[in-house]
């Protein structure tokens, strides 16, 4: 090649690069280009490939790579500024130090245990609603009793609180506190901690004053001092393992144990039970031993009664035991339980009271004493889906589906059990289930919170309704009408039923 050769892309070199952004670089072009170049060089060398290099063929990601080591280094150099050290950050607080916000425990009638630290009213008001002094004070003198209950302590007064005349108190503020521990000690009290403890007899003991309509506290006094739980309710497995299948559940489930209890409060008006019935036949291979109600029977008793001393005046009076062969049935209770999912049920204690009501009917069915037919309500009764729950297996593929997050669908009651009666009845199916109930008619179980209108002057079906913190005398007089019941529950937990012996 004759003369200087010059190179075949675009003679630019980079002068900066200069930062013209975050992530930008302006390029300035190279002057005097033919001026820098010496003829003896060759302008194909590794010097001149890397000089004369244009921008973009240098690897974006090379780029990338270096700019994060770059700033992990400068984060490296500037961590020890802004990290944690004893010297800068600590938790040691000073105003615990100088004594100006530390719990004051002096009254409280419960000794402190040696080796338990007595919650603080930070942590009481972290897991709970509760700001009186009454209630911060009982849920510590409670929780302290169940330390102490736990490690068999039954001297629990404190010194301070051991005289009645010279504690302070009145001798009713006194017996008061003293009967509360009392029970601590000789109750069942669900819970892992003695702080959960605590918390449920405390619950227990508001719910309580709530439904006497005692609502003024005072420092010096408590206005209930019994509670119960129902430890059947709190140890049953069945209950407990359908508490893990809903997040609603899980997270409250004290208290949805003890809205359990309440609702097996109601006794025979809210049982579930299976009918067993029984056939004598001739050609059954099960036998059962019955009191002789025919000679012809003989044959059938067992052959030691003959040797009775007084074996023919039992006979003749028909009083010895035969074996006689019977078919047995059991025929379980059918449940129609549709539930509210309007808007208005879009709160959580309505939720909790739900899944209480489903999880306490829902025992019957793993326990093989029940059928549940379960539905929302929707705004057409052409749109009624209902799921049959019938075995354990039923009922945790129904927690799976179940929502407590109401999407606003109109409760139109009185179209609604129409169309039951008349599929049970005229059609002999239950809208999407093709299953014959017009020979057990069973009941209607509605759930709601009695702010809709029923529409409708009566039920052709037997209807059961559990209003939720609102009331309806409209749903209470059909309900009442049709044979069945109302269930009402207040705000605190206070159960009233209206049925036609008690109208």
């Known amino acids: 090649m004759g003369g200087r050769s010059k190179p075949w892309f675009s003679p630019r070199a980079v002068v900066g690069p200069i930062k013209t952004g975050p992530n930008s670089y302006r390029y300035e072009a190279r002057k005097n280009f033919d001026n820098e170049l010496d003829e003896s060089e060759d302008i194909n060398s590794d010097f001149y490939a890397s000089k004369f290099e244009y921008p973009s063929h240098v690897s974006w990601r090379e780029k990338r790579k270096a700019d994060r080591e770059k700033t992990y280094n400068h984060a490296l150099q500037a961590k020890p500024k802004f990290a944690w050290t004893p010297t800068r950050w600590s938790t040691f607080s000073f105003d615990s130090f100088l004594g100006t916000n530390v719990d004051d425990n002096s009254n409280l009638f419960v000794k402190e245990p040696e080796s338990y630290v007595t919650p603080t009213v930070s942590e009481i008001r972290a897991k709970t609603n509760y700001w009186t002094d009454t209630d911060i004070r009982r849920i510590k003198e409670i929780a302290r009793a169940c330390y102490l209950k736990m490690i068999d302590d039954k001297d629990y007064i404190a010194e301070k609180f051991k005289n009645q005349e010279d504690s302070g108190l009145s001798e009713e503020a006194w017996n008061a506190r003293k009967a509360i521990i009392d029970n601590v000690y000789e109750d069942f009290i669900p819970g892992i901690s003695p702080l959960e403890q605590a918390l449920a007899v405390n619950t227990r003991i508001r719910d309580a004053d709530a439904a006497n309509h005692k609502r003024e506290y005072k420092a010096d006094k408590y206005q209930s001092t019994y509670f119960r739980f129902r430890r059947e309710n709190y140890a049953d497995p069945v209950l407990n393992n359908q508490l893990e299948k809903n997040a609603l559940s899980g997270k409250n489930k004290l208290e949805i144990l003890d809205k359990i209890s ?240 008690v109208a």
């Open 262 to 501: 309440i609702i097996g409060e109601l006794g025979t008006q809210f049982k579930v039970e299976k009918e067993c019935g029984e056939t004598e036949v001739d050609n059954s291979n099960h036998f059962k031993m019955k009191v002789m109600r025919d000679y012809d029977q003989l044959q059938r008793i067992e052959i030691y009664q003959r040797l009775f001393p007084n074996f023919d005046q039992k006979f003749f009076t028909k009083n010895l035991i035969v074996n006689v062969p019977v078919k047995t049935s059991e025929l379980k209770q059918k449940i129609i339980l549709i539930v509210d999912y309007s808007g208005s049920m879009d709160y959580e204690n309505k939720q909790k009271w739900v899944n209480a009501l489903l999880i306490d009917r829902f025992r019957y069915v793993i326990k093989g004493e029940a059928e549940i037919f379960f539905s929302f309500f929707v705004s057409s009764p052409n749109q009624l889906h209902f799921t049959h729950l019938k075995n354990e297996e039923d009922v945790n593929e129904f927690w799976k589906k179940f929502s407590n997050h109401p999407c606003g669908s109109f409760t139109d009651m009185g179209r609604i059990v129409t169309h039951i009666s008349d599929e049970i009845i005229k059609r002999k199916r239950l809208c999407n289930l093709d299953i014959d109930l017009s020979a057990e008619k069973p009941e209607i179980l509605i759930i709601n919170d009695g702010q809709d209108e029923v529409g409708y002057k009566s039920f052709p079906y037997k209807v059961n309704a559990i209003s939720l913190m609102s009331y309806s005398s409209e749903l209470r007089k059909l309900c009442v009408n049709s044979g069945g019941k109302q269930v009402r529950i207040y705000e605190d937990g206070k159960i009233k039923t209206y049925a036609k012996e």
